[in-house]
């Protein structure tokens, strides 16, 4: 069965680097998004990205955050400069109908700030 | 603006009994309403949706859940509990008006079986 997988699975940083979460779409999907989990807290929702360009983002992706298609396979999101709020577990999802279809997320980036 | 409750962070439920996990949602248009799974260490799997049509739907592992609009909610249940049903459940739901993406989840139940 196809599934989102990412990149790496966990990855630790020092406040003030730049990082880069890899993902890997479904093949045919058309929709991408990422979510993150703060530990023991809910998933929230940080961008969409349809057709080459982000469709919504939420509050919490300000300008540190920026997210990029390269190649027609990779989904990547970049956080220019990390904060210690930023520690959380980043999950990249994508879905193939633009209105009813259900989200498929990848295993997770565990990401830590120190 | 659109939001989930999931009011109880804990569910505990002897195996073989039924099992429920409540929500309640709030959005300005028709909602679209989705359960999703995470066992330890690993993503968000998809269990079943609401779109239109039968309150009733049913999904993967024997789940289902009946919308209901009047109380504004949608309950996963099961007859039959198992013991690999433990995880965390959570409700999600993305108002159906045209060109929001945003998928908004609940805080997650973990439902717990036991032997």
């Known amino acids: 069965e196809p599934e989102v997988t990412q990149t790496p699975s966990h990855q630790v940083t020092q406040m003030g680097q730049e990082v880069i979460l890899r993902c890997v779409p479904i093949s045919n999907h058309l929709y991408f998004y990422w979510y993150r989990q703060i530990l023991g807290q809910k998933v929230e929702f940080l961008v969409s990205?349809?057709?080459?360009?982000?469709?919504?983002k939420s509050e919490i992706f300000d300008d540190q955050f920026s997210v990029e298609r390269p190649d027609g396979s990779n989904f990547t999101l970049k956080i220019r400069s990390t904060k210690l709020e930023d520690s959380a577990m980043y999950f990249c999802a994508s879905k193939r109908d633009s209105n009813t279809g259900e989200l498929f997320f990848g295993e997770g980036s565990r990401l830590t700030v120190l | 603006a659109q939001s989930v409750a999931q009011p109880e962070d804990q569910v505990n439920v002897a195996e073989g009994n039924p099992l429920t996990v409540k929500c309640t949602y709030s959005?300005?248009?028709?909602?679209?309403l989705f359960w999703y799974v995470q066992y330890p260490n690993r993503g968000l799997q998809f269990l079943l949706k609401?779109?239109?049509?039968?309150?009733l739907v049913k999904g993967s592992y024997g789940f289902e859940a009946e919308f209901n609009k009047s109380q504004t909610s949608f309950h996963l249940k099961k007859p039959s509990a198992l013991v690999s049903d433990s995880a965390l459940y959570f409700c999600a739901v993305r108002d159906s008006n045209f060109g929001n993406e945003k998928l908004t989840f609940g805080t997650g139940t973990r439902l717990t079986i036991i032997p």
């Open positions: 990205f349809y057709n080459n360009e982000i469709s919504e």
């Open positions: 959005v300005s248009g028709n909602p679209y």
């Open positions: 609401y779109i239109t049509g039968d309150n």
